[in-house]
């Protein structure tokens, strides 16, 4: 319960979630351990282990050494790829959603709950309905396996999100703030720029950090309507392991999925707060 | 408002609608794209689903023909009963799972807001990543079988990895480990919302605190569950990334999942119209766990109005 008077059932609550807690870090620690062993010690015994001498150069390799497909560059030019799709759709997104919902929640005009309504869908439409047109759209318009393709499809459907959690904070914002500075003659995008964004911060970090987190973690349009030297890094880790099936690096591999998985984590252990309110905030709408 | 512009000083009397161009361009252009393309999209692959396209779309009129060839073919058959094991497997357990965390930190205990974190990580993970970690843990040459194997215990076993009735539940131990801290995120809150003066009254009334959770805190959390798994059906639905990295359906056809039969039908063997039709299935396998919940919702919006 929630006071302090049962101590020795509380030494129960301790090893219970402790050891929850280790098997939650055992995958991480596994692939941290790896990614510094060679891929002989791991060949001899398994994938679990303590390295006999850390194998920094496993990280060099994953880097900008081994070969994927047939260019040897490592998972540098995907890991660039992924941050020039992720950074400016990351941007886009979030400022027009920013806008939208500041539209939708504070001004009101005629139409709005239905296209906030329809907008909002899109948390819900699955991929698999939007393949077949985003193939046709990009190709028609010429940007079909490029990153502008990506980042267009990701500002677009980004806008779901990022509209509902900028209008749910906004919607909390008194309205007589917008009337008063509306009497003084002052227009949507100034009060949009004096008033709104000097309040905004929290709900754009969250934004920010949500769309970040999912545009850099997204496989399905990577690998759907990008190739070779354009796919982001998450498609590319899945080349990487068909591409060394038969002779498997698991040091190598490990070190590209810890690369790969860095900016993600680092976000997450900075903004931690804001990662979990952007989750729950998507759950209860 | 309208008359604003005729008081600023110095300003040329435009017509209002010029004057407001820019904040409905800014409002307007990307509103209209993203809802156009949502409406648009649907339709656009509702009506591939009933035209004969193969290689690119054409016109033309098939009727349910790409329906029933999905609904008739083993990889469907298969990724649906897969879908029907793994969803009801993974939220029920991803649910408790999450349940039992939040109940173990509300306990005041020290070190929370790290343990918090340590439960929720993997959800700043992309799938791809998860999924390929576990596909070395669990594979028996080289993760825990072998470790196992390796300390002496050499009968062990734990292959399901390559055992085809088994497979599916590899997924089903990834996607827990994935996705238990956000149904805890959410209990958390919950637990965290109920009403302190209610559970002080049941102590004083001397209940204990097995007693105060069954009677008073766990009822209060059912709308959250439900909440919890409605969400994790979603994603249950739509899995894709995990498995490809995971098993990609492997072994054979045995973890195959609707998400999977779709990227088959449309990019690999150039069956467009098949492969909307599965889209448009897994679409109405979602609607029929997200309308009920909607409309539930909507009637629980309506009494807490009147109440």
């Given at each position: 319960m929630r006071d302090r008077t049962f101590a020795p059932r509380r030494i129960w609550i301790y090893l219970v979630v402790s050891l929850i807690a280790a098997a939650w870090l055992a995958p991480l620690i596994v692939v941290v351990l790896n990614s510094l062993r060679t891929n002989e010690e791991i060949a001899q015994g398994s994938m679990i282990g303590w390295p006999?001498?850390?194998?920094?150069s496993n990280y060099a390799a994953a880097w900008s050494g081994f070969c994927v497909a047939e260019t040897c560059a490592g998972i540098r030019p995907y890991m660039l790829n992924s941050a020039l799709v992720t950074i400016p759709a990351t941007i886009f997104s979030t400022m027009l959603g920013a806008i939208a919902g500041y539209a939708v929640s504070l001004w009101r005009f005629r139409g709005d709950t239905w296209i906030y309504g329809i907008v909002t869908l899109g948390l819900f439409l699955p991929q698999q309905m939007r393949l077949l047109p985003w193939t046709i759209v990009l190709r028609d318009i010429g940007l079909i396996n490029t990153l502008a393709g990506l980042v267009l499809i990701h500002t677009i459907q980004g806008l779901s999100f990022t509209t509902l959690f900028c209008r749910n904070y906004y919607v909390a914002i008194p309205h007589e703030l917008i009337r008063a500075a509306r009497i003084d003659g002052a227009g949507f995008f100034r009060i949009f720029w004096r008033i709104i964004l000097p309040l905004s911060a929290p709900i754009l970090i969250v934004t920010v950090i949500w769309q970040f987190t999912h545009i850099w973690n997204e496989f399905l349009y990577g690998v759907t309507f990008t190739t070779g030297q354009q796919q982001p890094v998450t498609a590319a880790l899945i080349a990487l392991s068909a591409a060394v099936a038969d002779i498997p690096q698991h040091g190598v591999q490990s070190a590209a999925v810890i690369i790969a998985a860095l900016p993600t984590l680092l976000i997450y252990l900075l903004g931690g707060k804001y990662f979990v309110r952007g989750l729950t905030a998507g759950a209860v709408k | 408002m309208s008359n604003t512009a005729a008081i600023r000083p110095g300003g040329p009397a435009l017509p209002e609608w010029v004057r407001r161009l820019p904040e409905y361009l800014m409002i307007w252009v990307p509103l209209l794209l993203s809802a156009a393309h949502l409406v648009s999209f649907s339709l656009w692959t509702i009506w591939i689903s009933f035209t004969p396209s193969t290689l690119i779309p054409v016109t033309g009129w098939v009727g349910l023909r790409n329906y029933t060839a999905v609904a008739a073919s083993r990889n469907w058959q298969i990724a649906l009963d897969n879908l029907l094991l793994f969803g009801c497997a993974f939220v029920v357990l991803s649910a408790a799972t999450g349940l039992i965390l939040a109940i173990l930190l509300d306990q005041r205990i020290r070190g929370e807001n790290v343990l918090r974190s340590i439960f929720l990580y993997p959800l700043a993970v992309s799938f791809v990543v998860t999924g390929t970690v576990w596909s070395w843990l669990l594979n028996p040459g080289l993760g825990i079988q072998k470790l196992v194997h390796d300390l002496g215990w050499t009968s062990f076993r734990f292959d399901w990895l390559i055992d085809r009735d088994m497979a599916i539940w590899t997924i089903v131990i990834a996607a827990i480990w994935q996705s238990s801290g956000f149904a805890m995120a959410l209990f958390l809150a919950g637990l965290r919302s109920v009403d302190a003066d209610i559970i002080k009254a049941a102590q004083i009334d001397g209940a204990g605190p097995v007693r105060i959770y069954r009677r008073i805190i766990l009822p209060s959390l059912w709308p959250i569950t439900i909440t919890v798994v409605v969400i994790q059906l979603q994603f249950a639905i739509s899995t894709f990334d995990l498995v490809r990295a995971l098993t990609n359906g492997g072994p054979g056809i045995a973890t195959q999942l609707p998400a999977l039969v779709v990227y088959d039908l449309m990019f690999q063997r150039s069956l467009l119209g098949r492969g909307a039709a599965a889209a448009v299935l897994m679409l109405l396998i979602l609607l029929a766990v997200l309308l009920p919940y909607a409309a539930w919702r909507y009637f629980q919006r309506r009494r807490a109005a009147h109440a």
């Open positions: 006999q001498h850390l194998a920094w | -």
